[in-house]
């Protein structure tokens, strides 16, 4: 197996940062910056204070409230997965298995370029 090359690091920082953004994308639709919390998005919350709403719109929007919530956490943890790549690019430790130490699979990053691990040891 040959080793990530600076070429290949650049396609896959690039790749990272394009999925990042799409993500970030997504989230503003649905969630907003923690302030406190560096990188920590939450779910914004439905306007419940319309004293013209029926309760079927407030069901309506607590569910949507609860679906949305659902995306966030999924949206969030893959930019998590996406941020720890884009440090190990940094670092100099992108493309090697945190477990096993080799490198990791060229078609593996591709289909997941956050991967941390090579395919003999990727997690369920």
Do not use: Q
Not at 61 to 69: K, L, P, Q, R
Not at 83 to 100: D, F, K, Q, S
Request: net charge negative; glycine share 4%.
């Amino acid at each position: 197996m040959i080793p990530m090359t600076t070429i290949h690091t650049t396609e896959f920082k690039d790749l990272l940062l394009d999925e990042k953004a799409r993500i970030e994308g997504e989230m503003t639709g649905i969630a907003h910056k923690n302030p406190e919390i560096a990188g920590d998005w939450e779910p914004s919350a439905p306007d419940l204070n319309n004293p013209t709403a029926d309760s079927n719109d407030v069901a309506d929007s607590m569910e949507t409230f609860e679906e949305n919530a659902s995306i966030e956490v999924e949206l969030e943890a893959r930019l998590l997965e996406i941020n720890a790549a884009l440090a190990r690019i940094e670092t100099g430790t992108y493309g090697v298995c945190r477990i096993c130490k080799n490198p990791i699979e060229e078609a593996r990053l591709r289909a997941n370029p956050a991967a941390p691990t090579c395919i003999e040891h990727r997690e369920g």
